[in-house]
């Protein structure tokens, strides 16, 4: 069984300020991490995804996250906050399903 | 056609009524999968295909039934809709198996569906 636990719903943030969305995991097999954007009224896109190569993933916009195997955290960072990032966003972990988050809603504060 | 369309963008439905909602990739996609997003409960998997003319259950199947006829085509019914099938629903497909943890997975734009 697996499972994904997105800490915050809700993170606000002023523009150039910098982002952590936090995600913790729980699996039974090594999984693949993912996170995805969804912005207003639109589908998923992914931003980036760790699939047991370098734990340092960089992926769309700016976006990284680290994979921390011993505090089974995936969270997502970025140096400076756009007025663009403001959307949902979800992690979701990846065995022989995949589960979604929650998902965490980021506001930008001009 | 560019990645995955799905329709109606949006729909009002009285309970106990049948409905289809549609959802096509263009991009020769192996599996495809149809999730509902309630608020604070993020996406939950309701059915997944990995080929034509396979079907699987996800973690929220009740009520909902799909077909594979074409690698293309991907529908979800509603028998018998009822109000907390309220929801928006996201057709996703992805290069491999639903059971790869690698895969990355393509959404649509998504289908409002009210039951009243």
């Known amino acids: 069984a697996q499972s994904v636990t997105q800490l915050d719903s809700h993170v606000s943030v002023s523009e150039g300020t910098p982002v952590l969305l936090r995600c913790n995991y729980s699996?039974?097999?090594?999984?693949?991490l993912f996170w995805y954007v969804q912005h207003p009224n639109k589908g998923l896109q992914l931003l980036l995804k760790?699939?047991?190569?370098?734990?340092l993933v960089k992926g769309i916009n700016g976006f990284e996250a680290e994979f921390k195997k011993s505090e089974t955290s995936f969270h997502l960072t970025k140096p400076s906050a756009h007025m663009s990032d403001a959307a949902e966003y979800f992690c979701v972990v990846s065995g022989n399903d995949m589960r979604f988050g929650a998902g965490t809603r980021l506001t930008v504060k001009p | 056609i560019a990645g995955i369309t799905q329709a109606p963008t949006s729909q009002i439905l009285a309970a106990g009524r049948r409905m289809t909602l549609r959802c096509t990739q263009d991009m020769r996609h192996n599996a495809m999968y149809w999730y509902r997003q309630d608020l604070g409960l993020g996406l939950r998997l309701i059915h997944y295909s990995n080929t034509a003319g396979t079907t699987g259950k996800g973690e929220v199947p009740d009520g909902y039934s799909v077909s594979r006829a074409n690698t293309d085509d991907f529908p979800l019914t509603l028998a018998s809709a009822v109000p907390s099938q309220t929801s928006v629903y996201f057709c996703?497909?992805?290069?491999?198996?639903?059971?790869?943890?690698?895969?990355?997975?393509?959404f649509g734009p998504g289908t409002r569906l009210t039951v009243l």
């Open positions: 760790y699939t047991s190569a370098a734990t």
């Open positions: 996703a497909s992805s290069e491999g198996l639903a059971e790869s943890s690698y895969n990355e997975q393509f």
């Open positions: 699996s039974s097999y090594s999984p693949s």
